[in-house]
DNA sequence: AGAAGCATGTAATGAGTTACATGATTTG
DNA sequence: CAAATCATGTAACTCATTACATGCTTCT
């Protein structure tokens, strides 16, 4: 069901179409809370309307739809935010490969790790980028709505990015550190290789 | 086809039988890297084994079958960890909620975003014991392997889990100070109210 | 002997992916 | 007018969940 409240969300935040919504899931969710392709998302949005949670307000050219949440949407989507599913479901990629890096030996590990790293700090910078150029100075006393659809998933990644970044420079440490004492000998026989 | 290399990992750690690995799946990888029922884990064993992945290397008491991780198996397990898809996937049910507090009313976001932060920290805290428990004094020179599974899994909840209720004050204090600045007279009116 | 938990599975359904298909509009 | 991108969908398949089913072993 959750694809089905992802999607109530975002008509929550604004009307759109299928085409529309599916560009504000990549761009908004597909990275770190849910990720949809589009012909599922336009099946989600027949069925939402079918359960009248959204209902189309326009139709416009070749076939395009543009949908709205109803009130029964909104208290939907409201039931849901409030009563979270106790088991809730977690799927990454990324991490599941981290967490079995031991499969691999040392050296090999480190390169996935510091490539990790890398990739987490361009995502990173990006974010500080998008988040600068959108910002109100919050001296002036007109503060954005906090609420305001992005602002808490900007936060969000401010917050975590780092700490994953520093989570790979630590095992690479940890493991640095561990080959070191197993074999003192070989650091003189293998040269720096940049990644 | 993450199930799939989810269990390799497993296996590649140590072999076991479906009930086996079904507990190790949900103790290690559960929450954070993928998720799995029971039944999923036997259909995939059984797939692994037809592919010649994994073999049964033991039968015992009621069926129980011990299976382990073939040559071909870490093979494939291992282009796995060094050549990773490039969109991984990525769903989670919390950051879902979390992303989509907006379409609440500040109070009930507060609340939510309050329990949230608890949840983490007791979260936090038992990882926190778990590993204090099972640490080796890293001054002795005896350290453990730092690829052994799960060593790089609990560091990662250690950086991660206070990141994460790091942003949920932040999310709190963005809320309370733009609530403040809107409505200025609303500040006696409401008694604090534990959660 | 009965209850709790061990241990493995099947069947039906629902969610998600891949591949295919089609045509309109905008840009160069 | 050709290419890119807008825009929506269908069909076949695989992955995942829910519900059901079965029997063993250990503990009380």
């Known amino acids: 069901m959750s694809l089905r409240y992802a999607l109530l969300g975002l008509l929550a935040d604004e009307a759109g179409s299928g085409y529309e919504l599916t560009k504000k899931f990549e761009r908004s969710l597909d990275r770190y809370a849910w990720h949809a392709k589009h012909n599922q998302v336009y099946q989600e949005l027949n069925r ?13 050219a070749r076939g395009r ?21 106790r088991n809730p479901v977690v799927r990454n990629e990324f991490v599941l ?22 990739a987490v700090q361009r ?13 109100v100075d919050p001296a002036d006393g007109v503060l954005p709505d906090p609420l305001a659809f992005g602002h808490l ?28 004492e197993g074999e003192e000998k070989s650091e003189a026989e293998d040269g720096a290789r940049g990644a």
């Open 153 to 180: 998933a900007a936060g969000f990644g401010l917050h975590m990015l780092p700490a994953s970044r520093d989570w790979a420079h630590w095992a690479i440490a940890q493991i640095d550190n561990w080959t070191e």
């Open 65 to 85: 739809k543009t949908y709205a949440i109803t009130e029964a949407g909104r208290a939907d989507l409201r039931q849901w935010l409030l009563n979270p599913p």
């Open 123 to 135: 995502d990173l910078d990006a974010l500080t980028a998008l988040v600068e150029s959108a910002d």
């Open 97 to 118: 490969r981290l967490f079995l890096l031991f499969a691999l030996d040392p050296k090999e590990a480190r390169v996935v790790l510091a490539e990790y790293a890398a």
């Open 48 to 60: 939402l309307a079918a359960d009248g949670l959204a209902e189309v307000v326009e139709e416009g």
